[in-house]
C-alpha cells in the first residue's frame, strides 16, 4: 500500500511555529513534599497536582519560551495506590508503587492522584487545559499504541475495553485486540509466571492470566517472562501477526471505512477523538515504530479531520529491530503524517563526545553524517534529556561534568534544524538525580514510577511561589541562559532557514580547536550557519564540547560557497553575539575563506550564537 497520500499532513500546527515543548509529570511539577522516602507512598513523599500548572507557573514556563506542555504520565495507569471505587492494582504488576506512566489502565481517564478531589479527575483536567490556553500554551498528553497495562479496564468507556471480546484460544486473530500465548510457547504452560516472586507482597502470579497468558509489551511470547520484560504490560494487536515478520501490506488503506479495520484501530481512533474533543493540542507517541505505517496513515487523517492543526511527534528508533518497516522507520513515520520522530543518534553522539559509548568516544565532527536528508533532518524532535535518558547534571555519565555540559549540547541539538525542541522539567536548573529513588534506583534518572520529589527543582518551585526564589546564582543563570537560546532559535533563521554545516570546511583549519597530537580540527569545536533567504536572517553557531580547555584564538573559515550560499556579496559583515553576551563585530568576507573569521574567547562547555547581517556602507 502506498501511504505517501498522507504527507500533506505533516504540515498541520507546525506552519503556525516552531514548538518549544516542556517535558513535565505531574506528580513530580509541583510536589513541595521533601521526605523523598525511597518506596514511600503517595501520603509519605507527597505528589504534584493539576491546580499546581496555575498562572503563576504556566507563566513562568511561558517566560522560558515554552509554547507547549506535555504532561508526560496524565493518564490513568495501574498503580498501587487506592481510591473509592478503584482498588489499588497487584504490586506483581507494578515497576514501583505509584507505577509506570506506560501501563495505562484507562485510555479515557486521567490518573486520581493529580486531582484534589479524584472523583472530580477529568473536570479538574479540563479546567487545567483552559489555564493553559490562556497562557497560549497548547498540552500534549502520551498516546501509547504499543501496549497497555496487565489490569487495563475502561471506567469511563467499559464499551471500548480491550480484549472483551477476543477469542483467547488462538495467538492472533485480526479482531482480537491482543495476543495470546501459545501451549507450546517457552515457559512451562500456563499460568504467568511473573519475575517479582520472593519480592515485598508479590506472588509471581496475576490472577486473570492464570489460563490464558497474553504476550508483554515488548513482544515476549513467553508464560514467564523475565526482569528485562515490559512484564507489566501487555502488546495491543493491530492485525498483523509481529512474529510473521515486518511486510503489513495487507492492512487497510489509509481512506478506509471503520468498519473496514482491525478491532483495535476504530477503539484507538476512538480515544484519539475523546481527548481532541476534550482540547488537547497533541500527542507524544510512545514506541511508535512498533505500530504499522498503516495504521497511522488511516488515524492520523482522521485525526487530522477533526482538528487540523493537532499536533503528533513519536518516539522511534530505527535500531530497533521490532520496527515494522524494513526501510527507515523515522522516515516511514513522517510519510504516515507525524509532524516530527525523535532524533535518538544526534543525542547519543553528543553524549559519545564524553563517554565511551555505541563503539567508542566521538567527534564533534561525526554530527556531520546525521545532517543530511532534509525531510527528516528538519523534521526530528531534538533533546538533551527526556524522561528515557540520563539527566545532563548526573555524575555517572556525561562526563560527570555537572549542568554547564548542557550548554554546548542543547545550543547544537536545538539550533541544527526547523523541528521541535523538547526540554524536561529540571534540566533548566540542572537536576542531577542523585541517589537511589525507588523502583530504577540510583541510575541518573528522575523516576517516572514513584512518588518522589526533585530537590534542585523544587527550588524554582519556592513552596509554590513558581518564581525560582531558592536557586543559586549558577542556577538562576541556567535557566536565564536557556530562556535566551529558545528565544535565539525562535528567530526566521531557526524555523524557516537550511542548515550549512561548517565543520568539514575546517577539518585542515589548525585554528578550529585543533590541540596537540590531532592531524585534523573538529574534535570539540561544531559550527554550522543558519540562514533564511526569504527574510535575510542569518547566523553562525559556534559550540566548544570540550569539558575544561578554553579556545582563546578560534578561527573559523567560512569557504566562498557558503556566502553564496547566504546570498551574502563581496564587503563586510557585522555580526552579533545573542547568546553568550554582548559581543559585536565586524569583518570583510574576502579574508573568510582563509583564514577564517577570528572569534572571542569561548570557555570550556561554552556556545555562541552570532547574528549576522551585511554591513551597510554610509
Known sequence: MCIAAAMSATAGAAEAGRPVIYQALPRLFGNTVETRKVGGTIEENGCGKFADYNERS?????????????????????SGTAYPGRPADPPDILKGLAGSPYAIRDYFDVCPDYAADPARRLDEFRELLGRCREQGIGVIIDFVPNHVARSYASDVRPDLSFGNDDDRG???????????????????GPPLK???AGKPGCSGRFEPESEHVRVTGNNAVTFAPGEGDWYETVKLNFGHDFTRGRDTSHLPGPDAAPEEVPDTWRKMDEIFA?????????????????????????????????????YIFGEAYDTDPAKLTDGNVLEALLAAGFDA??????????????????????????????????????????????????????????GGLGMAVGRPVSAVLFGMGRGPIMIYHGQEVGEPALGREGFSGDDGRTSIFDYWAMPEFQKWVNGG??????????????????????????????????????????????????????????????????????????????????????????????????????????????????????????????????????????????????????????
Open 58 to 78: 504556566l507563566g513562568g514556563l511561558k517566560q522560558l519560551g515554552v509554547t507547549h506542555l506535555w504532561l508526560t504520565g496524565v493518564l490513568e495507569q495501574a
Open 170 to 188: 488462538v495467538f492472533f486473530a485480526r479482531d482480537n485486540n491482543f495476543f495470546y500465548v501459545p501451549e507450546d510457547a517457552p515457559g512451562g
Open 194 to 196: 511473573l519475575p517479582t
Open 274 to 310: 475523546h481527548w481532541q474533543e476534550m482540547g488537547v493540542a497533541g500527542f507524544r507517541v510512545d514506541m511508535a515504530h512498533m505500530v504499522p505505517m498503516e495504521f497511522w496513515a488511516w488515524m492520523i487523517r482522521r485525526a487530522r479531520e477533526r482538528d487540523e492543526a493537532v
Open 341 to 398: 520522530v525523535y532524533d535518538d543518534p544526534a543525542y547519543d553522539l553528543c553524549m559519545g563526545l564524553y563517554d565511551d559509548f555505541a563503539g567508542g568516544y566521538k567527534w564533534a565532527n561525526d554530527l556531520d553524517p546525521l545532517t543530511f536528508g532534509k525531510e527528516l533532518f528538519h523534521h526530528s524532535l531534538r533533546y538533551a534529556e527526556n524522561h528515557d535518558e540520563v539527566r545532563l547534571a548526573t555524575p555517572h555519565e556525561w
Open 465 to 618: 511561589a513558581f518564581d525560582g526564589g531558592g536557586l543559586s546564582g549558577e542556577q538562576r543563570e541556567l535557566r536565564a541562559w536557556y530562556s535566551r537560546l529558545l528565544e535565539a532559535v525562535a528567530s526566521p533563521a531557526f524555523t524557516r532557514g537550511e542548515f550549512y554545516g561548517l565543520n568539514h570546511a575546517n577539518k585542515e583549519n589548525p585554528g578550529f580547536g585543533r590541540l596537540a597530537g590531532e592531524d585534523v580540527s573538529g574534535h570539540w569545536i561544531y559550527a554550522f550557519l543558519r540562514s533564511d533567504r526569504s527574510t535575510g536572517a542569518r547566523a553562525l553557531v559556534v559550540a566548544n564540547f570540550h569539558p575544561s580547555r578554553a579556545m582563546d584564538d578560534l578561527l573559523v573559515r567560512l569557504p566562498v560557497h557558503a556566502l553564496q550560499w547566504m546570498g551574502v556579496g563581496e564587503g563586510s559583515l557585522e555580526l552579533r553575539e545573542v547568546l553568550a553576551d554582548d559581543w559585536s563585530g565586524s569583518v570583510g568576507t574576502a579574508g573568510l575563506p582563509g583564514r577564517g573569521l577570528e572569534l572571542p574567547p569561548m570557555p570550556p562547555l561554552s556556545a555562541r550564537i552570532l547574528v549576522i547581517s551585511e554591513k551597510r556602507e554610509d
